[in-house]
Structures are given as structure tokens and as C-alpha cells.
């Protein structure tokens, strides 16, 4: 199993630039997430989903946008980029349960490192 | 809303001492998950140690225990026999337990960046 896989590793975008940063997972997890995690910060979730064809917003979602049309696939698009979206951002997955209380630990990729300049 | 904080920017530690990194956290939930992380420098985050909030017995794995008092918020971890691998951030994480379908989102502390010393 390669896991949660990221592409790419690095970018750096002008601003208004777009681009769509990869996730793919190979566990069969219906939980899917992408996190950005800022110099001297801790992760904070940007979307998630819990199943192909359904997303949510997370704490900060603006200038983002998510899609799930297949369980193994959950890419993130920046549409405009801005020099605030510089971050690393990470995406994660899980099994969850729907028969009852288990909350599995996320699976993390090895992170997106991108500049906006 | 759930809060996580890490009051302990920066740590250092010599090989084999060990160190105890702080966390406490703010909830009005009763039944929920608490998480070390570990992010070296090859960005990859790596969970170190799970206590579940029903348990009253602090978890270990190997030379990582955490003291968990549920009272006070508080969810320290503590390295033993500290080795030069150790040096990397740590993240404190809190996840509400769900049920039936829900999400299993974590909400992460700030970080505590390790030094281990030879």
C-alpha cells in the first residue's frame, strides 16, 4: 500500500495564478481531508469529505475548493492565488466506522509545500 | 468549540534524559480522543501515541506515555530515554468521538518544536 499519496512535492505560483494540488489514497477510506499548516502553526482543516460525492467546509475554507467524485481521489483547487495561501498543506484519510465509536487516526501524506509570490 | 494549546514553543533534551511536553485543551464534550503527533523534518506526520477519554489508565507505547487528567484538560506526553530520531515538532490533538458516519476531524495545538542533544 503506498497510503495517502501528494502531488506535487513543492510549487510556487505567481498571484492569481490557479492550480489543483493531488490526493489519492489507496486504503478504501471514506474519510478524506485537506489541512494547511502555516509556519509556527498547527493544522487546520481547510475541507473534508465522508464519501465520494459529498464535501464540507472546515475552520478555513475560503479561496478553496474540493471535489470527490471517486473514493480514492479528493483534489483541492486554488482558483486565484494569493500570497496568503503560502502554506504546506496536507492531505489525510480515514476509515471511520458507521457501526459504532471508532475514530481511527488520520493517514497523512508527506505534505504540499506552496508559494505564492 | 474545541481549543488545543501547546504552551511550550521550543524544548530541548540531552540523549537518554527525559523531557515532558504540555498540552491542555477546552471542551464541553465528554467522550472524545486525544493524539501526539510527531512531524520530523521530512514533514511527514506521524501519531505517536491515542488515549480515548473513557479510559482512565494513561496510555504508553514503548518509551512515549502520556499523563491524562481529565478534570484539569491536560494531556502531557513524556519521552523516556530520549534518542537524536526524537528531535521533531510535536502536535497535540483533540477529536470528538463520533458516531455513525459522523467525521473524525482533529483540531491540532500550535506545536512543540524538540531538540534532542547529543
Known amino acids: 500500500n503506498a497510503g495517502v499519496t501528494q502531488t506535487p512535492k513543492f510549487r510556487i505560483l505567481k498571484i492569481g495564478q490557479s492550480m489543483t494540488l493531488q490526493c489519492t489514497q489507496d486504503m478504501n477510506h471514506n474519510y478524506m481531508y485537506w489541512y494547511r499548516q502555516d509556519p509556527g502553526m498547527g493544522l487546520k482543516l481547510i475541507y473534508y469529505s465522508v464519501g465520494a460525492g459529498i464535501t464540507d467546509k472546515g475552520e478555513v475554507p475560503n479561496g478553496y475548493n474540493v471535489s470527490r467524485s471517486t473514493t480514492e481521489d479528493f483534489p483541492l483547487r486554488l482558483e486565484l492565488a494569493a500570497p496568503s495561501q503560502t502554506s504546506v498543506y496536507f492531505c489525510?484519510?480515514?476509515?471511520?466506522?458507521?457501526?459504532?465509536?471508532?475514530?481511527?487516526?488520520?493517514?497523512f501524506g508527506n505534505g504540499t509545500r506552496l508559494t505564492v509570490t | 468549540a474545541q481549543t488545543v494549546t501547546q504552551s511550550q514553543p521550543e524544548m530541548s533534551v540531552q540523549e537518554a534524559e527525559t523531557v515532558t511536553l504540555s498540552c491542555t485543551y477546552d471542551?464541553?464534550?465528554?467522550?472524545?480522543?486525544l493524539f501526539w503527533y510527531k512531524q520530523p523534518p521530512s514533514r511527514q506526520m506521524i501519531l505517536v501515541i491515542r488515549?480515548?477519554?473513557?479510559?482512565?489508565q494513561n496510555a504508553t507505547e514503548n518509551r512515549f506515555s502520556v499523563n491524562f487528567q481529565k478534570a484539569a484538560k491536560s494531556f502531557s506526553l513524556k519521552i523516556s530515554d530520549s534518542q537524536l530520531g526524537d528531535t521533531a515538532m510535536y502536535f497535540c490533538?483533540?477529536?470528538?468521538?463520533?458516531?455513525?458516519?459522523?467525521?473524525?476531524?482533529?483540531?491540532f495545538g500550535t506545536g512543540t518544536l524538540l531538540a534532542v542533544q547529543p
Open positions: 490533538a483533540f477529536m470528538k468521538q463520533t458516531y455513525g458516519g459522523a467525521t473524525n476531524k482533529l483540531i
Open positions: 471542551t464541553s464534550e465528554s467522550n472524545y480522543y
Open positions: 489525510a484519510s480515514s476509515s471511520g466506522n458507521n457501526l459504532g465509536w471508532d475514530n481511527s487516526p488520520l493517514h
Open positions: 488515549q480515548e477519554a473513557y479510559k482512565q
